[in-house]
């Protein structure tokens, strides 16, 4: 009788202790918002790049202005208007944004050489050179391809 008493107290000792570590655990490894808000905005970006090369290119520049209000730190949608403002020849706003992404994000190369491209274009030329050098440093072919035919064309 007393083997049976201390089977049970076991037995609901062991399902509570499951039962508590089952609360425990995470309910999913991945949040799924933050999946899909990711895959929403990237989703955003390519919808807006059409727009910008199609026919409504303001709605498209809307688009990706109230992305980076969402999420300041979106590095694609500050790029793209990065390279628009550097396409219309507002270099210190091109500056602005492919500042805004060094800082987030250090390694982006990309961003590098059209700092470098905008502060041309502003006559820094110390400093787009000091920034084209980065860019040769880093060993990446079609940065490096598009930098050698931006200077050729100089």
Known sequence: MMS???????????AVIFIFLLYQLPTSVIDNKDVENQVNENFSIEKAIELVEGENPMEGIFMLRDIIDKN???TDALYYLGVLSLQTA??????KRF???ISIDSSDKRAYLQLGFSN??????????????????????LLIKDLDFFLKSK
């Not at 049976?4 to 062991?14: E, R, S």
């Not at 041309?120 to 072919?141: E, H, P, Q, R």
């Open 4 to 14: 049976t008493k201390y089977t049970q107290a076991a037995l609901l000792l062991i």
């Open 72 to 74: 300041p730190e979106n």
């Open 90 to 95: 507002q270099y210190e706003n091109a500056v």
């Open 99 to 101: 500042n805004q992404i």
């Open 120 to 141: 041309y274009y502003l006559g820094n030329y110390k400093t787009a050179d000091s920034l084209f050098n980065i860019v040769m440093a880093s060993d990446d072919s």
